[in-house]
T-cell receptor, first 116, second 111 residues
Framework: NAGVMQNPRHLVRRRGQEARLRCSPM?????VYWYRQLPEEGLKFMVY????????ESGMPKERFSAEFPKEGPSILRIQQVVRGDSAAYFC??????????????FGPGTRLTVL | KQEVTQIPAALSVPEGENLVLNCSFT??????LQWFRQDPGKGLTSLLL?????REQTSGRLNASLDKSSGRSTLYIAASQPGDSATYLC??????????FGAGTTVTVRA
């Protein structure tokens, strides 16, 4: 059973460009979470999605950031008009359910975004 | 708001020495606590998960304790090896799915 897959692993963008980060959850997992790790900081929750639904986007900046998890294909985290402060590692996690008392979240290798 | 703190931020020990990593959290209403390992440029590997009803978990040379009432967890790594060099993250699962992470302890084991 392949783990959570993320691509690209490294992404370089110039200020003002768009960044698209992809996440394929583990087989059988329909719950996807995105976290951001800024330099020298812990991972911070951004958004929680189920297939075709955004359940909780309370941790995501209101502007320029969006996420989706379509019926077919990977989950996408999109950052429009990137700024240097967006440089971070973005991790995706998946779980078979949102029953936190039972199911843990499995993390992907992350996408390291560098904004020049 | 849950805050997770890890002390020390960095640790360097000679090979063979035991490691003690500390994690504290402010809100004791948690479902579980996890310890992760993060290698440079890599993802997170779950090492141990302790349910809130448990006091400790063991896996090989690793042992993690949990004192929920005082908001503390400790990860012990016995007989450290250079391959143990990594950043260790503590994360608590509150009443929902939003894991709260500490900033991590970066461990260097000198050969």
């Amino acid at each position: 059973n392949a783990g959570v897959m993320q691509n690209p692993r490294h992404l370089v963008r110039r200020r003002g460009q768009e960044a698209r980060l992809r996440c394929s959850p583990m087989k059988g997992h329909s719950h996807v979470y995105w976290y951001r790790q800024l330099p020298e900081e812990g991972l911070k929750f951004m958004v929680y999605l189920q297939k075709e639904n955004i359940i909780d986007e309370s941790g995501m900046p209101k502007e320029r950031f969006s996420a989706e998890f379509p019926k077919e294909g990977p989950s996408i985290l999109r950052i429009q008009q990137v700024v240097r402060g967006d440089s971070a590692a973005y991790f995706c996690a998946s779980s078979p359910s949102d029953r936190v008392s039972i199911d843990t979240q499995y993390f992907g290798p992350g996408t390291r975004l560098t904004v020049l | 708001k849950q805050e997770v703190t890890q002390i020390p931020a960095a640790l360097s020990v000679p090979e063979g020495e035991n490691l003690v990593l500390n994690c504290s959290f402010t809100d004791s209403a948690i479902y579980n606590l996890q310890w992760f390992r993060q290698d440079p440029g890599k993802g997170l590997t779950s090492l141990l998960l302790i349910q809130s009803s448990q006091r400790e978990q063991t896996s090989g040379r690793l042992n993690a304790s949990l004192d929920k009432s005082s908001g503390r967890s400790t990860l012990y790594i016995a007989a450290s090896q250079p391959g143990d060099s990594a950043t260790y993250l503590c994360a608590v699962t509150p009443n929902d799915y939003k894991l709260s992470f500490g900033a991590g302890t970066t461990v260097t084991v000198r050969a």
